[in-house]
């Protein structure tokens, strides 16, 4: 007999707990609704929009949010909280009826406004974006059409303005006629303007303006068109008689650029861009006979647009531009997201929009405007909100809002902050103490409740003036309640704020407590001393950093080293650098003494001894000077300096020349190189003879010349070096007399070559004697000084 299978594997088991598993979904369910599946997050899923209402008739502005119920949704006009009545009812998905608009009326109440829906829960509040509600108006013509009159073939145009909410819808009749617009010679623009091409006599009558919108219906006056015969067919110059104006559109609005030129031949419009962009060909075309048309732009379309009228096979052409500007409003690339951090860290938001012109961000918590200040911080154009040391009360649901002239847009995100339980309390009893002028001593009470788990303090520490995020930290042991902290900054604002940790986290901070450092006073200044006199000391010193010239300021303090008392404190500015000290004995060692004070107080005294016994003995050894000689021997010597400048450079100018002269010299003596050269014969001719006295022939050599008296002919070398005949010079000749001694006892025989004899020698062999000791002859012909001739 088989025994029967276990419970778990009979099928009628399975099928009765897959019956209890759909039960419980069932029940989850019902009991859950709607919500099953929603997000939990707070947010809107339909938000109001602009709207422009006809006066007396009804409004629904529309509004839904979702997340955790139970989800309140009010209504605020203009910021202010709208109280429901008669005449603003609350549907109850959220949206708001206005059954019977009421425009603005002088002080009566009206409906208009900016309106915002909000909508809370638990976990926080959102507030949607803006909505303008409007009432519907239409004005009356501020331009209307003016008569007209044009050739046959030529151009007519008629325009008319108005304004209204929203923008009217504007069409043309003649003569009470709609017209009919698949004519393609009449152009229809939408800004009120009409143009006719090619001119007929049957286009002359009246024409009026229709502008119409949901507030009312408007006609123009009339205005007549009148056809005279055909147009001449005389040459014309290409004008434009209509330019494109400035626009300034929001996106995927259309824009219409106009333009009319006249001319004969009949002139080629052609569109281009400014910068020298392409236009393109989507969404582009053009209207008549030279009007562009934009659908659909985009910021992309932005630009300065050149309409140009082209004389037809020529390059003669008139130009007119205008600028078209394209907003976008406000839509974000990134959204914040909603995040969940420990209690006393940072939480950051960013968010970041893009539109045209770029968007101003705010941030709003709980609906309510959010500024930088205290824990709150908020960077990069507002794009990024950093808050720090976070406790229960920033839990809440913040918003980012982007808004420029073109629109506005919103998007949220929550702050959950997570706190364990069995934290210790904040610690109490903050105080700050200022030690130095670079150190606080900053003490604290420890928590109240639950400290058994602490295992130590932490010490938070920045400028007062400086963002949360530059704070830098110290700890500290469990049993200390109290920390010095060093290295700061004089005179300058700290703030502290103590926070205690266990090992599942860490307290709230304390309350922050503020101290300044003290004032750091002035260093010593480096002095030194100088004598002046047997009775006199100046005293010269350097301005040390932390003195200010406003508040602060040097003290001197001087005795002689045999006396207990100083003579002082005589105070000094703080722009002075130098002091003379007068009146003192010579005979005495003075202690000096110079310190610098500020608004903190004085500073260390820099202490120098000085004698006057040595500047008294030398003032008695050595004469008083005589500024005066001083001047003269000053003067002197600067005269001296003068002369031996000018003589050097006389010295350079009379060895040019006389190398110069030398050389031309050298021509006319030197007949033959080669008798020059070879063994001396004896003299053949007074030249040779002058040549061999020059060179320092002696007495015996002279003694072989023939005896009777030989005169040595200068005329050739006066020629080259004349001499300056004056008052007891002798003559122009020099005489060598066969028995006469020689300029010098030893013979003096030249280096040079024959044929560079020169006059010079002579000078030369007298240098050349004065060298050896020999004094020269007297009856010696001094050497003839050159002239500047030739």
């Known amino acids: 007999m088989a025994s029967p299978r276990p419970a778990l594997l009979r099928p009628r088991f399975w099928l009765l707990l897959l019956r209890l598993l759909l039960l419980r979904l069932l029940l989850l369910q019902l009991v859950l609704g709607s919500d099953l599946g929603r997000s939990t997050e707070l947010a809107f899923t339909v938000e109001p929009s602009d709207e422009i209402v006809v006066p007396e008739q009804s409004v629904v502005l529309g509004c839904r949010a979702e997340g955790t119920p139970p989800v309140r949704v009010t209504w605020r006009k203009n910021g202010v909280e709208l109280p429901e009545s008669s005449h603003a009812l609350v549907l109850a998905n959220g949206s708001l009826l206005l059954p019977n608009f009421r425009p603005e009326q002088g002080t009566g109440p009206s409906d208009e406004g900016d ?31 003016q008569a007209t009159v044009g050739e046959e073939g030529g151009v007519a145009r008629f325009q008319c303005q108005i304004h209204g909410l929203p923008k009217p819808l504007i069409l043309w009749e003649k003569n009470h006629i709609p017209i009919d617009t698949r004519n393609d010679r009449y152009t229809l623009l939408p800004k009120g303007v009409l143009q006719i091409t090619g001119l007929r006599a049957e286009d002359s009558g009246i024409f009026h303006c229709v502008a119409s919108n949901i507030a009312s219906v408007r006609v123009s006056r009339g205005a007549s068109l009148t056809v005279s015969g055909s147009g001449s067919s005389a040459y014309k110059e290409p004008t434009i008689l209509v330019g494109p104006e400035n626009l300034t559109l929001t996106v995927h609005q259309t824009a219409v650029l106009e333009c009319v030129a006249t001319g004969n031949p009949r002139p080629i419009v052609s569109w281009s861009r400014l910068d020298g962009r392409p236009i393109g060909v989507e969404g582009i075309q053009v209207l008549g006979t030279g009007n562009l048309i934009i659908s659909d ?156 788990e602490i295992i130590g303090y932490v010490l938070h520490i ?137 608004q903190h107080g004085d500073g260390n005294a820099t202490v120098r001894f000085v004698s006057l016994r040595g500047a008294s003995e030398r003032t008695a050894l050595s004469p008083p000077c005589d500024c005066r000689k001083d001047e ?40 033959d190189v080669e008798d020059q050269l070879s063994p001396p014969q004896g003299p053949r001719n007074q030249r040779d003879l002058g040549i061999l006295a020059l060179n320092g022939m002696g007495q015996g050599d002279r003694g072989r010349l023939n005896g009777d008296e030989k005169r040595l002919d200068l005329n050739e070398l006066e020629q080259l070096f004349p001499l300056s005949l004056g008052s007891g010079q002798q003559g122009s000749r020099l005489v060598l007399e066969p028995g006469s001694p020689a300029p010098c006892d030893e013979t003096q025989l030249s280096t040079l070559p024959p044929d560079e004899l020169s006059i010079l020698e002579e000078q030369i062999t007298e240098m050349s004697c004065l060298a050896a000791g020999i004094p020269p002859q007297q009856d010696e012909v001094p050497s003839p000084s050159p002239t500047n001739e030739g």
């Open 115 to 145: 309106y915002d829906c909000v909508a809370q829960n638990r976990f926080g509040l959102v507030v949607s974006r803006k909505a303008r509600i409007q009432a519907a108006t239409m004005s009356d013509f501020h331009v209307h059409p």
């Open 462 to 598: 920045r400028k007062a003036a400086d963002p949360p995020e530059l704070e830098y930290q110290e700890a500290v042991s469990k049993s200390t309640f109290q920390q010095l902290v060093s290295d700061l900054e004089p005179s300058t604002s700290y703030s502290f704020y103590i926070k205690a940790y266990t090992p599942r986290g860490a307290s709230l901070a304390s309350v922050p407590t503020l101290a300044s450092t003290l004032g750091e006073v002035p260093a010593p200044p480096p002095l030194s001393i100088r004598v002046l006199s047997s009775s006199s000391a100046q005293l010269l010193w350097e301005q040390p950093p932390k003195l200010t010239q406003r508040d602060g300021g040097f003290k001197l303090f001087y005795r002689p080293a045999s006396q207990a008392l100083f003579t002082g404190p005589i105070v000094l500015p703080g722009t002075l650098t130098a002091y003379n000290i007068t009146q003192l004995d010579p005979t005495e060692v003075y202690e000096v003494k110079l310190l610098a004070y500020n």
């Open 632 to 671: 003269t021997s000053n003067k002197t010597s600067a005269t001296g300096i003068i002369i031996g400048i000018h003589i050097g450079v006389t010295c350079i100018i009379f060895c040019v020349l006389f190398l110069m002269f030398g050389y031309r010299g050298r021509l006319l003596q030197c007949k």
């Open 297 to 452: 732009v985009t910021v992309q379309h932005s630009g300065v647009y050149v309409c140009a009228a082209n004389r037809p096979g020529t390059r003669v052409r008139r130009t007119a531009q205008g600028r078209l500007v394209v907003q976008a409003p406000a839509e974000f690339i990134q959204h914040p997201q909603s995040i969940s951090r420990p209690a006393g860290t940072t939480a950051m938001f960013t968010c970041q929009a893009q539109g045209e012109p770029p968007p101003h961000v705010t941030w709003l918590k709980n609906g309510q405007v959010l500024g930088p200040g205290g824990h709150v911080r908020l960077r990069n154009n507002n794009s990024t909100l950093t808050i720090s040391g976070i406790g229960p009360e920033d839990e809440a649901i913040y918003q980012c809002v982007a808004e420029n002239s073109a629109g506005s847009s919103q998007a949220s995100a929550r702050l959950t902050v997570l706190w364990a339980e069995g934290l210790p309390g904040p610690p109490r009893d903050v105080r700050a103490v200022s030690v130095s002028a670079t150190s606080v001593r900053v003490s604290w009470s420890e928590p109240l409740l639950n400290t058994k």
